[in-house]
């Protein structure tokens, strides 16, 4: 047996990068929106770092200050996607679909679709919607949770029996016999839920990993806790420390184990934002001259962040020693790393430069301290691997991968080549045909 | 002015052939129906030859003899258009998508996508499903006709509302500025249907066609008509002759007329089923050993046809002078040309072998005869254009355009090159953003 190998996942969206104003970095074409050779390099770029899966986000509305921001979303997921698979031959593709506003049927076909075109690499992000911009895309209003939940239950359920409907002996394809299918192996789902329904069977052969692998995204809530136990192998997490990391790791193996499965079948991913550059310092002015003015308007969640005045016009100077003796950390999570960094000394300008009001831990600086981090989470169990939304993807994403992996790769923490062909390889959960045996069945 | 050229389309489906029994054929990989490779050779060898679009018919069930026949449908139109449009160039993507099962919002995106993604090149074939197996797949029963041809109006005016809703001017992205988009240019929809509504806008702008191309498919009825009209640039026809080609087209072209459009913005497409060899006696013998056992299948069809007695066990003599002198053609269109055939002296075998009983007009043959045939039709304005369903896509695509598109060409009635870039330069209808405005406002 060979050593646990972390695993990790490069998030994509509208091909700029993470930072607010990406857009307007220099090196970014504002094109890239629409351009989908941008994202096609990313992808590529992280082939090379041997990653197992591009993770691709997706609310589709027009959300926030798009006036300024841009549109943070991607054109279309299984679309980009699709694309991407004809210039890669190894990553593996997890796509997010609400189950909110599909049909079953439409979900297990394009994504059944995708895992045979590219040859067993497609995972499915199955979420419900709860933000109304996107359920009026829909011309609906957001269902409350536990019926967005059992909708999702029973999409998760059709689907998954939609891609089992086609067995694996199933297609004979004699050319001398004319025998083209068993069709005691192609037989209806029959499933009827209160809110979806499917008779199949979906005329798709199984691929190379018979079926897409389910993943989940979100808080741990018990909805997405069951949810998750039940049919993820992979879950997407939002975590700021190592500690937070840890419990829900553990929450989300509890419940995989709590519907009857291994908990090893479900990989939890921390989010980590890095900015890669020769030293700290780089780092934090590459940073701030991509965030330009969005950095001063950060200021008062900072100052509410560690219950302390500061005052805008002093962003070049260190919090005083009045100021950090009366900080003190409230519950956001983020505000014990922002105390942390604010006590090394560094003026208020290069504290919120370190990503402290960012949705994921930010690392800035040389290969070494990317590496640290990884390897400290990961030791401590407090993930399976890392999804990446990198500062700037034009360079960013080379920079990680021709930095930081060698460094993971030697420390003896990273694999050198990709495992398998498959994504369930690469992510080291099994191969699947229609429903998990041991879940079917406890159907609440 | 150049005079009209006859614009060509290839349908795509499972990656055998048109002809019962192609999966078996030697020189089909019987595989095909998974392996998206196939599909890509084909389109490749149809942009050789100048085609303006592949098109791509849907009926999402598992249908007929699938132990025997094969699935006969392709995996998914959007995923396989999507990796086609990555190894082509300027050849259109024309995708059936059902407006019966399917979120508007959902249609608006990928096909707004795949146009982008494919600079303009991108079509909708927007059906309402009267199928009830594929309706079972999705848990309903089919709605009755004047539903479910409501539903397709509001859901093609919300879709290309959704694809205007990002106008032309609207997107700024400029770095130095900061401006990213002109906000008062991409503004909700707010449609609201019986059936169907969404909100909006979509964040996609436009190609470089402005935006997909609706077509419509079916027989002439009321209803149909109505929705082609109005929307469809492309209306795919399925005619047996010349006077039902005239006739149809001119109920299209007339359809458009009254919802306030440009007759020639509708083009009208009939079917044709090729067979290219060096002659007829070696056409037929290619198509009879592939049609194997399903040709005597034919045989009371026929005779029904006819309205005479076949004996099936006289398959290879031709009708007797009485059979022909008591044959009358039925009400079925392809009677009269079964009959035609028949007098020629044909044996019964051969007579099938002529595809009378096919789904579209069948040429077998020298490359001579298929331009006969085409250039007939253009000439008496019975069709635009042509689309074709090869009786072996392995070979029959390049024998078409190898042998019958230069004849075409020759004849001065085919291209010698794509026009543009666009489908719609190809098709040879006008840019489009949003609803076109002749027709908005006279919503029933
Ligand atoms: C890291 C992370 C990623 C997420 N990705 C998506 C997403 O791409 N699309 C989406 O609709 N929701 C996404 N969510 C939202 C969750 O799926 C969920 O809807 C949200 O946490 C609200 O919780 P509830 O559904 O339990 O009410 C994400 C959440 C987190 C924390
Ligand atoms: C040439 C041709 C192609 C068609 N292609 C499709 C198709 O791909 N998918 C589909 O659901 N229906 C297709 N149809 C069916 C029509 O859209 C329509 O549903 C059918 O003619 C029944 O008529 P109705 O909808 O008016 O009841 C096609 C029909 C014809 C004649």
Redesign the pocket.
């Known amino acids: 047996m060979t050593e646990k190998k972390l695993i990790l996942g490069l998030a994509l969206h509208d091909g700029s990068g993470a930072l607010n104003n990406a857009w307007r970095a220099p090196q970014v074409n504002p094109e890239n929106y629409a351009n989908f050779e941008a994202n096609i390099r990313y992808a590529q770029a992280a082939e090379r770092g041997k990653f197992a899966f591009l993770f691709?986000?997706?609310?589709p509305a027009v959300r926030g200050d798009i006036e300024h921001g841009g549109v943070r979303n991607i054109i279309d997921p299984m679309i980009a996607l699709t694309a991407i698979s004809q210039a890669t031959s190894r990553i593996g593709f997890v796509a997010?679909g609400?189950t909110s506003f599909q049909e079953p049927f439409n979900h297990a076909r394009q994504f059944k679709a995708l895992d045979v075109l590219s040859h067993g690499r497609a995972g499915w992000?199955a979420?419900?919607?709860?933000?109304p911009a996107?359920a009026a895309n829909y011309g609906k209003p957001v269902a409350e949770?536990s019926e967005?939940?059992q909708r999702a239950h029973e999409s998760i359920q059709i689907v998954q029996a939609l891609w089992g409907s086609w067995q694996k002996e199933a297609w004979i394809k004699n050319q001398a016999s004319g025998q083209y299918i068993d069709s005691s192996k192609l037989q209806p789902v029959n499933l009827q839920g209160k809110y979806v329904a499917s008779r199949g069977p979906l005329a798709i052969p199984p691929s190379e990993q018979g079926q897409p692998v389910i993943f989940?995204?979100?808080?741990p809530?018990p909805?997405?806790l069951a949810l998750a136990g039940r049919y993820a192998s992979g879950f997407?997490?939002?975590v700021w420390t190592i500690e937070d990391g840890r419990a829900q790791r553990a929450m989300v193996r509890r419940a995989a184990e709590e519907a009857g499965r291994d908990p090893d079948d479900i990989k939890f991913f921390a989010?980590i934002m890095p900015t890669v550059a020769p030293s700290v310092r780089e780092g934090l002015d590459r940073r701030i001259s991509i965030l330009g003015d969005t950095l001063k308007a950060q200021v008062p969640q900072l100052a509410n962040m560690l219950g302390v005045q500061i005052d805008r016009r002093r962003l070049d100077e260190p919090l005083t020693t009045e100021q950090l003796s009366g900080a003190y950390p409230s519950r956001d999570p983020r505000s014990g790393i922002a105390l942390d960094v604010a006590r090394q000394g560094w003026t208020v300008r290069d504290i919120l430069a370190h990503g402290v009001i960012d949705?994921h831990p930010t690392v800035v600086g040389p290969a070494a301290l990317h590496a640290d981090h990884i390897q400290e989470w990961f030791e401590a169990e407090a993930a399976d691997g890392f999804w990446l939304s990198p500062d700037i993807f034009e360079d960013g994403v080379d920079a990680f991968v021709d930095e930081v992996v060698p460094v993971l790769q030697q420390r003896g923490i990273y694999p050198s080549d990709y495992i398998g062909t498959t994504l369930r390889e690469n992510l080291g959960v099994a191969e699947q045909y229609g429903l998990d045996p041991r879940v079917v069945g406890t159907e609440d």
Do not use: A, C, K, M
């Open positions: 691709i986000p997706d609310f997010t609400s992000n979420v419900t919607t709860s933000d996107v949770r967005r939940y989940s995204s979100g808080g809530s909805h997405l997407i997490g939002e989010g949705y």
